[in-house]
């Protein structure tokens, strides 16, 4: 029997790490905010790799944090070692990366939630979402609990219509053994929403006690670990690395196994119907798309600082239990392996994101918001950043005020966004640095000056800290001004430097600025020259050095930024009847219909729309 459980705002319809950022976005911008999980044992789960960031992730998280939210802060609290990957590389492609201890991750996450103001969490499977006159109006439990809102945001992860494979053994579920939910699905097709079949995979779980490390290399965390928050930096707080983790590598044997029996994997059977990741295959696809390579590397990972289970990325499989249990005993240091959990793929329902706008609210019902793995995306950081947006949007909505659209321009997570409501995506979407046009630009240690305004706009970060940013960067131009102004004159102590970074001689004085455009030469090395260095923070230190050394190429990108920009300003109105302009190809007028391009830039970057339909358009525009 169905009742009246009570009246909110804004209704988020999963707590993973795409309904937390929603929800709390909701709640702090004063909305009166429910959150439902199908068990609550499972906010903020890991259910695939135990970290945070990643190359490109590592972006998303830096901006996220920007924008005030809250995956960087809980990272830095419960992660346990730090890596910054391709430090080999440039400033653009660096990015952060961390081991989380998995459970103290989701207690810090769950307790935030908890203590909330304006946020009620709840355990409870959604099976219903009412529409009145076009309009979200309700969402109903499975025990006929009616909560009233004005907004859903559906953040379902991989429990849409969940169902587990580990070889023949398919079962319907979620992720580590929740229930899955079976019936929401239906509610989304009876409106309208198109919906796709993706897949996703994991590796099988080991007692560490079982493993011999000896044979592995060990991969050690960064001196100091750099942490993910801004406002961490700021404090100067001192992290640890608190864990180690290590490598090893599958062999011939390994592959011979699943040669052997690729018969019956699910994925070469046909047993698994959804599309999985390009990025992220399962190991026994990496043995048959990549026959040539003789070993792959295997990360072996800890899941916490209080369980023994081990985590081994780049193992993902959904192959018999007893072939995985074969495969694993050839690897080296996995001879005697206790399996604690098998590995498994997970097939789950998700919208096809060229049904929504970049607010992220679905284009068939007001009110209707998706994010994370339901909007075709893979990856907690994918996930978190879409959760923020869409949350945000919502009560921008509900307020009557200018929606947030963060575009492909500002940084990654308007990339990722842009990516997926105008190109769409017949896979899992995971981010890379080289999905964005502007690297140099878009880097993660300048997502706090890229972003915080953003955030600040709307209400989620305070005054004192945008000023804190802006202060920053004040003292970051006051430095480099300095620096080209400061010049050294010619002596031993000069030369001798330079010789002993093999460079030549000078006999005449260079500012300060010209030295640190020289490759081999940093901020600290040149410092012993510098006698009248000011005292400033790493992090200003940091970005003074990036901008005189990759200033050629910073200004060359923002030009291209800026040409692109004028195009992106071209507003397109919303009710363009594109069937009218002849001008236009007919498979260009059909996809700009489906799409619906806030922008000239946006319509430009439709698979189908050429160059010439674009000068249509402006020809359009300027009549």
Not at 14 to 38: D, N, P, Q, S, W
Request: net charge neutral; hydrophobic share 35%.
């Amino acid at each position: 029997m169905d009742f009246k459980a009570g009246t909110y705002d804004i209704a988020v319809i999963g707590a993973g790490h795409a309904g937390i950022e929603a929800a709390l976005a909701c709640a702090r911008l004063g909305k009166k905010t429910i959150c439902f999980t199908i068990n609550l044992d499972a906010v903020g789960n890991m259910p695939c790799n135990p970290a945070i960031g990643g190359t490109g992730k590592g972006h998303l998280v830096r901006e996220l944090d920007a924008l005030g939210g809250e995956m960087a802060k809980c990272a830095d609290k419960a992660c346990i070692q730090f890596r910054m990957l391709n430090r080999g590389k440039g400033p653009a492609v660096h990015s952060l990366r961390a081991q989380a201890d998995r459970r103290k991750y989701q207690e810090l996450m769950k307790l935030t939630l908890e203590k909330q103001e304006n946020l009620h969490l709840r355990q409870a499977e959604i099976v219903d979402i009412g529409v009145e006159n076009g309009r979200v109006s309700f969402v109903k439990t499975h025990t006929g609990a009616i909560f009233n809102c004005k907004a859903a945001i559906i953040c379902t992860g991989t429990y849409l219509a969940g169902r587990t494979i580990v070889g023949e053994a398919i079962h319907d579920g979620g992720p580590d053994g929740m229930f899955a939910a079976t019936v929401l699905g239906e509610r989304l097709r009876e409106l309208g929403l198109s919906l796709q079949r993706f897949k996703t995979g994991t590796p099988p779980r080991i007692n560490a006690r079982s493993v011999d490390f000896s044979q592995m290399e060990i991969q050690a965390g960064d001196e100091p670990p750099e942490p993910f928050s801004f406002e961490t930096l700021e404090e100067d707080a001192v992290l640890v690395n608190q864990a180690v983790c290590y490598l090893t590598y599958s062999n011939e044997k390994t592959h011979e196994i699943v040669r052997k029996n690729i018969h019956r994997s699910p994925m070469h059977s046909g047993a698994i119907d959804g599309t999985g990741t390009r990025y992220c295959p399962s190991f026994e696809d990496k043995v048959v798309r990549f026959a040539d390579k003789k070993r792959h590397q295997l990360f072996v990972e800890p899941m916490g600082l209080d369980t023994e289970e081990l985590y081994l990325q780049g193992f993902s499989s959904s192959m018999p239990e007893e072939i995985q249990l074969e495969m694993l005993g050839s690897l080296k240091g996995f001879e005697n392996a206790e399996v604690m959990r098998p590995a498994y793929a997970i097939e789950y329902d998700c919208i096809d994101p060229l049904e929504l706008f970049p607010t992220l609210e679905t284009k068939k019902v007001k009110g209707l918001y998706g994010a994370g793995q339901f909007c075709g995306s893979s990856g907690y950081e994918e996930a978190a950043v879409q959760g923020y947006v869409a949350g945000v949007n919502a009560v921008l909505s509900l307020n009557n005020k200018e929606p947030l659209i963060i575009t492909r321009n500002d940084g990654y997570i308007g990339t990722l966004i842009d990516d997926l409501v105008t190109k769409g995506t017949n896979e899992p979407y995971r981010m890379m640095t080289s999905r964005t046009e502007y690297r140099m630009l878009h880097r993660q240690d300048n997502a706090d000056i890229r972003m915080s305004h953003f955030g600040y706009r709307v209400g989620l970060v305070s005054k004192e800290r945008h000023e804190r940013v802006l202060s920053k960067y004040d003292a970051v131009e006051k430095e480099i001004n300095r620096l080209e102004a400061t010049f050294i004159p010619p002596s031993d102590e000069l030369n001798n430097l330079l010789k002993a970074y093999e460079m030549p001689e000078v006999a005449t004085g260079v500012s300060l600025a010209s030295l640190l455009r020289r490759p081999a030469l940093t901020y600290e090395i040149v410092a012993p020259l510098d006698k009248n260095a000011p005292m400033l923070k790493r992090a200003i230190r940091e970005q003074v050095e990036i901008a005189i050394k990759y200033d050629g190429y910073i200004k060359r990108q923002q030009r291209q930024l800026d040409e692109i920009a004028r195009m992106e300003n071209h507003t397109l109105p919303d009710d363009i009847d594109y069937d009218a302009l002849q001008a236009l190809r007919i498979e260009a007028r059909q996809k700009l219909k489906a799409v619906k391009p806030r922008t000239l830039g946006q319509a430009s970057r439709i698979s189908g729309v050429s160059p010439a339909d674009i000068a249509a358009l402006m020809i359009w525009l300027k009549r």
